[in-house]
């Protein structure tokens, strides 16, 4: 069923899928809270056979109270290029801590005129609209339009629990970074929002490593503070 569906989907699209752009790569960090090792993280890009390619991050608790819970989560989004524009296909995030698991999902109907979310309560539709991301596949499409030379603003329309969203960023500077590749020259990207509550987005992409990602904050004035820290790049 999985099989008829997608290439059902690769047919509404045929017209307008092009080659992708994004060679696949595979980027490794750690993750700190506060300043304090949690865990590591692994983000992989892969390029299909069927025309679709596959965006994951796996997230791994290994210290702390992260590692004695055994969290971890996976992030999960299928992606096509339609017109040249990443579009989203489908979206999973697999979350377990403890003994507890949840699953979030969006994905695009039979027919590809609505996506559908469903977090195993409540379900929600949102009417299909060309060039659709998630939160997860952000990160890509800002490397990919780092690339192109695009900025200096950075606007996507985003399915977030079954709504539809727009995410802006915009680029704020340059800035040498000290990292486990050593020092980096980097372009720093902050999300703008617009009621901040005290929360920033912040991500720094490497220059000389064709904008990889190597440093990703989630900074909050009350002190909860996430960090991702490049540990390698292929």
């Known amino acids: 069923m999985r099989r008829f569906v997608l290439g059902f989907l690769l047919l509404s699209f045929s017209a307008t899928v092009l080659a992708d752009s994004l060679d696949g790569f595979s980027y490794k960090f750690r993750l700190y809270r506060n300043g304090s090792a949690l865990g590591t993280a692994e983000m992989q890009y892969v390029l ?3 025309g679709f390619s596959q965006f994951i991050t796996r997230t791994n608790g290994t210290d702390g109270v992260a590692s004695l819970a055994g969290a971890n989560v996976t992030e999960n989004s299928q992606l096509i290029r339609r017109n040249g524009e990443l579009e989203l296909v489908s979206g999973r995030i697999d979350t377990k801590v403890a003994w ?10 039979k027919g590809a005129k609505v996506y559908e979310y469903s977090d195993g309560k409540d379900r929600r539709q949102v009417p299909y609209a060309p060039g659709l991301l998630d939160q997860h596949s952000l990160t890509l499409a800002l490397l990919e339009d780092l690339r192109a030379g695009k900025g200096p603003q950075f606007v996507y329309k985003v399915l977030n629990k079954g ?3 727009t995410y802006t960023f915009k680029r704020v500077g340059e800035q040498k970074l000290d990292t486990a590749l050593g020092k980096l020259d980097t372009v720093r990207i902050d999300r703008i929002r617009e009621s901040s509550d005290g929360r920033s ?3 720094y992409f490497a220059k000389s490593l064709d904008y990889a990602p190597v440093l990703i904050q989630e900074l909050h004035s009350k002190g909860d503070n996430i960090e991702m820290r490049v540990l390698s790049v292929r």
Do not use: G, M, V, Y
């Not at 699953?103 to 109907?109: M, N």
């Open 100 to 109: 507890k698991t949840s699953t979030k999902s969006t994905a695009l109907q």
């Open 48 to 50: 299909k056979d069927d």
């Open 163 to 165: 709504r539809l969203e």
């Open 201 to 203: 987005t912040r991500i």
